[in-house]
């Protein structure tokens, strides 16, 4: 069966060090993967997205990386801060004609000054 | 800009009643979804919309129906709500090729 895999327990890590999230998927081959933050009580926003031939991508203190034979792709949040808690989404687009968005479960991303 | 406007923020229902959530977007975006959530899971993808005119199901369809009336609105409906539906309900919009999805803030349905 398809499936997109995160961390499944929640992150716990102190301020100031790195942040890696990871997701993992099966039987997808999806032309781009994505990366959303949620907030409780509110709707995903889109963070970082990453194409199939890209290997890396960066914005300010995010990085993503996307290993298409390993079906992996991780997130680092670098110099992390206690307004980096949230919980982080992985997202698939399954795109060809048009964009097919599947995500993940999430990982809950907590960070003690 | 609005974004994508959700409707209603929230509601109860009781089991078998029917209802439709709304959802609307102003940015021009040709592709348009409905995912819900449920505690401790991520977004599963209800169905979604290419363009105006067509729907698709997507990872859990069963129980529910959508419209694309037009490019803008994209509309979810329960036609005999079951407690299993319980859940926060978004709405979703991306443009052409490789965009983010811009969310509504969610419509967060109970049903007793």
């Known amino acids: 069966s398809q499936k997109i895999e995160q961390n499944s327990e929640a992150l716990n890590i102190q301020e100031g060090k790195t942040a890696t999230l990871t997701c993992n998927y099966t039987n997808y081959s999806p032309a781009y993967l994505q990366w959303y933050r949620q907030d409780p009580g509110r709707g995903p926003v889109f963070l970082l997205l990453?194409?199939?031939?890209?290997k890396e991508k960066r914005k300010e203190r995010l990085k993503v990386t996307f290993d298409t034979t390993l079906k992996q792709s991780l997130f680092h949040i670098t110099a992390s801060q206690p307004a980096d808690s949230a919980t982080y989404l992985c997202a698939l687009d399954l795109y060809s004609s048009a964009s097919k968005i599947i995500f993940g479960s999430g990982t809950r991303l907590s960070i003690r000054p | 800009n609005a974004g994508v406007t959700q409707t209603p923020k929230f509601q109860v229902l009781k089991t078998g009643q029917s209802m439709t959530l709304q959802c609307a977007q102003d940015m021009n975006h040709n592709s348009m979804y409905w995912y819900r959530q449920d505690p401790g899971m991520g977004l599963r993808l209800i169905y979604y919309?290419?363009?105006?005119?067509?729907?698709d199901k997507g990872e859990v369809p069963n129980g529910y129906n959508v419209s694309r009336l037009n490019k803008r609105e994209f509309s979810l409906r329960l036609e005999s709500a079951a407690p299993s539906q319980t859940s926060v309900y978004f709405c979703?919009?991306?443009?052409?090729?490789?965009?983010?999805?811009?969310f509504g803030q969610g419509t967060r349905l109970t049903v007793v």
């Open positions: 990453i194409r199939e031939n890209e």
């Open positions: 979703a919009s991306s443009g052409q090729g490789y965009t983010e999805a811009f």
């Open positions: 919309s290419a363009s105006e005119g067509t729907t």
